[in-house]
């Protein structure tokens, strides 16, 4: 089991996702803004609707304010976990492992908890091509994340 190629594999993997969690950090940060933009407003005298959600979006089905939530936080997780993994990869080492893996795992955790609102509201079909962009990054980024994590646990490391 190979140190070099592993490494390359692992550096690859964090380039590769930190572009995607990049994009959905940018669609989501878009959905979020129009959500609170051209959100429900109630004026006073007035009682709430009574299917109102607290987590409307004008666009998208019943599923979308859950999905852009959790795609937000897991996009921002992701990134952070990328910042460990490139001080991992630079080090490569066992002392570096411990909490680049850590942080790579809670951000795979977020990031199927976030997919599962992606395949929600695929299922609920109402919704525009930016929310299908971030959907599908999303469930790329499940299987990309794995693999780095697997990446990062696949090769030998030196001891400092």
């Known amino acids: 089991t190979g ?3 592993m490494k390359s594999a692992a550096s690859l993997l964090l380039f590769l996702n930190f572009c995607m969690y990049a994009i959905v950090l940018g669609i989501g940060g878009w959905a979020m803004n129009r959500a ?8 006073p005298g007035f009682d709430l609707p009574a299917h109102f959600s607290p987590i409307y979006f004008p666009m998208g089905n019943a599923a979308t304010g859950f999905f852009v939530t959790f795609a937000l936080i897991a996009g921002v997780v992701g ?9 991992h990869v630079r080090s490569w080492n066992v002392d ?3 909490s680049a893996a850590s942080a790579a795992a809670i951000a795979w955790t977020l ?3 976030a997919m ?14 930016r929310l299908r962009t971030m959907e ?3 469930i790329i980024l499940s299987v990309t994340q794995l693999l780095y994590i697997a990446a990062i646990h696949g090769g030998p490391m030196r001891r400092t």
């Open 3 to 5: 140190g070099p190629p």
């Open 36 to 43: 609170i933009d051209h959100g429900f407003v109630i004026g």
């Open 79 to 87: 990134v952070a976990s990328v910042i460990a993994g490139v001080n």
């Open 96 to 98: 570096s492992l411990p």
């Open 111 to 113: 990031t199927l908890l």
């Open 116 to 129: 599962g609102f992606a395949c929600k509201e695929i299922e609920l079909r109402i919704r525009n091509s």
């Open 136 to 138: 599908a990054f999303l």
